[in-house]
T-cell receptor, first 111, second 112 residues
Framework: QKEVEQNSGPLSVPEGAIASLNCTYSDRGSQSFFWYRQYSGKSPELIMSIYSNGDKEDGRFTAQLNKASQYVSLLIRDSQPSDSATYLCALQRAGSYQLTFGKGTKLSVIP | DAGVTQSPTHLIKTRGQHVTLRCSPISGHKSVSWYQQVLGQGPQFIFQYYEKEERGRGNFPDRFSARQFPNYSSELNVNALLLGDSALYLC???????????FGDGTRLSIL
């Protein structure tokens, strides 16, 4: 079983819709969870961090964490064509600096 | 404030050569990590340094080495380059444990 699993996509949603990106992980020692956005040919850009169970909202983005189910998700409301990118899920064990990434989900927002 | 800066942005080398990549963290960040990203994959952890000490090492051969300087900048060195070392090399900095890591623009290394 891979440490961090993401559906590689592509996930296509129409402009204005909600995009739902999912990530499961196997390491129960994971404490910190991050979502990065990566445009083609660019470096990852941090968009959300979440540390405790529940929802965390920031603008059009909502991160959801369920440690019992080992599941973290990212919702993007009112999706825009500029949201088209690869979204990387990353996690970090307590006391560690190392990020473990999934392969990423490619999102395409259709105008 | 300036973000994480990396140099050079692009580099072309041939097999067997060595390369040095450089990184300056965000001001106030004492932790620097290096990642390798090949096309279609997420970044893979190579090294992490905090206060000039190596705190973690990923599953990479000894051809890969790094160091951190008193001003918290860092270098990644790769010897005896192989074709498979062609990748985007990313540097990330953070304030400390379990704090978000912020990435630089990366160095794209091509091995011919």
């Amino acid at each position: 079983q891979k440490e961090v699993e993401q559906n590689s996509g592509p996930l296509s949603v129409p402009e204005g819709a909600i995009a739902s990106l999912n990530c499961t992980y196997s390491d129960r020692g994971s404490q910190s969870f991050f979502w990065y956005r990566q445009y083609s040919g660019k470096s990852p850009e941090l968009i959300m961090s979440i540390y405790s169970n529940g929802d965390k909202e920031d603008g059009r983005f909502t991160a959801q964490l369920n440690k019992a189910s080992q599941y973290v998700s990212l919702l993007i409301r009112d999706s825009q064509p500029s949201d088209s990118a690869t979204y990387l899920c990353a996690l970090q064990r307590a006391g560690s600096y190392q990020l473990t990434f999934g392969k990423g989900t490619k999102l395409s927002v259709i105008p | 404030d300036a973000g994480v800066t990396q140099s050079p942005t692009h580099l072309i080398k041939t097999r067997g050569q060595h390369v040095t990549l450089r990184c300056s963290p965000i001001s106030g960040h004492k932790s620097v990590s290096w990642y390798q990203q090949v096309l279609g994959q997420g970044p893979q952890f190579i090294f992490q340094y905090y206060e000039k000490e190596e705190r973690g090492r990923g599953n990479f051969p000894d051809r890969f080495s790094a160091r951190q300087f008193p001003n918290y900048s860092s270098e990644l060195n790769v010897n005896a380059l192989l074709l498979g070392d062609s990748a985007l090399y990313l540097c990330a900095s953070s304030r400390g444990d379990n704090q978000p890591q912020h990435f630089g623009d990366g160095t794209r290394l091509s091995i011919l």
